[in-house]
């Protein structure tokens, strides 16, 4: 009489041991799953965020080159000059590397995250005048034993022959002729430097400092010290001697005899809103930059420590222009400084 319930007991009861053992097969599947998901999602954020320190390293990277653009040098291929510790056991890594012009840069940076590492290279391009010495934005012309120490570049054609040399390396926007061998730091032709500058707004700069305002003409025996001076108009001049300041020309400025100018730090030293000539038997001696709106062309001594920018630049023989490293660094009033990121390219990602 009571067997068909305890049966009907037993029945219920393997089922529901049945069940019980269906639900905690599929609560430990979707446990699993979870995990799984879980841990792939994790893999995922910290390749992004080691993705995302690296990017920050070429930001940081980018920021120091245009603090100091010699900061790239202070590295070496080995050892990378750029490591910082970040929250949570991440941080990030790079290096610099040089390329064939001062003002072109490889990025290299790795970024790290709880053992994820990813690591990305990038182009910077430095718009810095101050990288080149000698910076035309048409033709440069160098001849007889004319020596520039630093780098040169020329937006069209560079001509270096006789026994004229650089010391550093050479660009031309369109072609270089002459002694490739008188370039210590090679050559490189169809690319020219993202360095001009506006020459307008170097001339007032200039003027806003002021100078003492001396008529053109013919202008000789002057001397001044600590002050500048703005020669309304173009002047023929021999016999200038100005230290602490600097020489403002509105127009075309011919030296036909000593002609001396020692700039103030960091500021321009000469600047001529036309053409410079330095005639035979007319010397220059210059401690700043020299800027020429137009034609820079010396055939008598000229000795400059600094750099000179012109639209175009035509030197022989008693030509010396020695480089001022500082000037890289230097904010001078009307020229403009910015780093440029270029092109992008992911090196390696490990999860």
């Known amino acids: 009489m009571n067997s068909r319930p305890t049966s009907h007991g037993g029945v219920l009861l393997i089922l529901l041991l049945v069940f019980s053992i269906v639900i905690l097969s599929g609560l430990a599947f979707l446990i699993q799953s979870a995990a799984a998901n879980y841990g792939t999602v994790r893999a995922k954020e910290r390749s992004w965020q080691a993705r995302l320190w690296a990017e920050s390293a070429i930001e940081d990277a980018a920021a120091r080159l245009l603090a100091d653009p010699y900061w790239r040098a202070y590295g070496s291929d080995t050892s990378r000059i750029l490591s910082e510790e970040l929250p949570e056991g991440a941080r990030y890594e790079a290096r610099v590397t040089e390329t064939h012009a001062p003002d072109r840069l490889v990025v290299e940076a790795t970024g790290f995250s709880e053992g994820a590492r990813f690591s990305v290279q990038q182009e910077v391009r430095l718009r810095m005048p101050f990288l080149f010495t000698l910076l035309a934005v048409k033709d440069i012309r160098l001849a007889g034993n004319a020596v520039v120490e630093g780098n040169a570049d020329a937006g069209g054609e560079m001509t270096v022959f006789d026994q004229a040399r650089i010391t550093a390396s050479a660009r031309a926007g369109k072609s270089f002729n002459g002694a490739k061998e008188n370039v210590s730091g090679g050559v490189t032709e169809g690319i020219s430097a993202d360095g001009s500058f506006d020459f307008a707004k170097v001339f007032a700069a200039v003027l806003l400092e002021k100078p003492r305002r ?103 023989a008693g030509f010396y222009l020695r480089a001022d490293p500082e000037l890289a660094r230097a904010a001078i009033p009307g020229f403009s400084r910015t780093v440029k990121l270029g092109r992008y390219c992911e090196a390696s990602s490990d999860p």
């Open 214 to 316: 001396i008529m053109g003409g013919g202008l000789t025996n002057m001397a001044m010290a600590d002050t500048s001076i703005w020669i309304d108009g173009s002047a023929d001049a021999r016999g200038i001697l100005i230290r602490g300041g600097c020489i403002l020309v509105a127009g075309d400025l011919r030296i036909r005899g000593p002609f001396e100018v020692e700039g103030l730090k960091n500021r321009v030293a000469l600047i001529v809103d036309g053409d410079l000539t330095i005639e035979e038997g007319g010397s220059l001696r210059a401690t700043g930059p020299v800027v020429v709106r137009d034609a820079f062309t010396s055939f008598g001594r000229c000795v400059i420590q600094g750099s000179v920018f012109a639209k175009s630049i035509d030197a022989g």
